[in-house]
């Protein structure tokens, strides 16, 4: 089992900067990770993908240029840099292991004003 937590979310303007971690409970270092977002009333959307060994990164072409993934295998910690964050961008953002099934967190809502 993996137990995923989300935090560093909250409120911040139009511009600016917020850095998200997710914190497993377990080792991860051999699954990819990816984190997700869902705006309201919106399904849920792939924004980044990261490899086991942190090589490989992906991004939706929404945060191409904004947004950058990373890993800690030692910390367990999968992270998401958010920078020039547009309203848009706002939504809960979920990470996701992808072991022998998928992992899930709670999501941590992030709200970008103008």
């Known amino acids: 089992q993996v137990q995923l937590v989300e935090s560093g979310g909250g409120l911040v303007q139009s511009g600016g900067s917020r850095t998200l971690s997710c914190a497993a409970s377990?080792?991860?270092?051999?699954?990819?990770m990816n984190w997700y977002r869902q705006a309201p009333g919106q399904e849920r959307k792939l924004v980044a993908s990261?490899?086991?060994?942190?090589?490989?990164?992906n991004y939706a072409d929404s945060v191409k240029g904004r947004f950058t993934i990373s890993r800690d295998n030692v910390k367990n910690t999968l992270y998401l840099q958010m920078h020039n964050l547009k309203p848009e961008d706002t939504a809960v953002y979920y990470c996701?292991?992808?072991?022998?099934?998928?992992?899930w967190g709670q999501g941590t809502q992030v709200t970008v004003s103008s």
């Open positions: 377990g080792s991860i270092a051999l699954y990819a």
């Open positions: 996701n292991c992808v072991a022998w099934r998928d992992f």
């Open positions: 990261i490899s086991s060994g942190g090589g490989v990164t």
